[in-house]
């Protein structure tokens, strides 16, 4: 069974950057899409950045192009979400998902198929 445990939410000030991580145990194949979902308060959830583990490829939704960057740490089944330029838009509950031998696209377009953490929550506020 997949487990994803996030961390590093938190509040912070617009402008200010922040960490999430996520790391995954428990797949047994090393063909996955792993990236970052968020849903704020009343809307449902979207998708946020993923990479692909095959060739490293990445997606980006345009709401987060140039401030956020998606990385791996292969060596210790970690993604990381750094995000930078943080607006009070970007408030919301952020969840990590794991999806086996599917493509990003996929992994966007269809989330009911995903393995999910439980989530952070990411509040930006002056």
């Known amino acids: 069974e997949v487990k994803l445990a996030e961390s ?17 145990s428990g797949f047994t194949f090393n063909d996955y899409v792993i990236g970052w979902f968020r849903q704020a308060p009343g809307k449902e959830r979207e998708g946020v950045a993923c ?6 490829s990445t997606d980006y939704k345009d709401f987060v192009k140039d401030r956020f960057t998606i990385s791996t740490d292969n060596a210790k089944n970690t993604v990381y979400l750094r995000m930078n330029s943080l607006k009070p838009e970007d408030t919301a509950v952020y969840y990590c998902a794991f999806a086996y ?26």
């Open 8 to 24: 590093g939410g938190g509040l912070v000030q617009p402008g200010e950057s922040l960490t999430l991580s996520c790391t995954a």
């Open 51 to 56: 990479i692909s583990k095959s060739d490293g």
């Open 101 to 126: 031998g599917r493509s990003r696209v996929l992994f966007f377009a269809t989330p009911e198929s995903n393995h999910w953490g439980q989530g952070t929550q990411v509040t930006v506020s002056s």
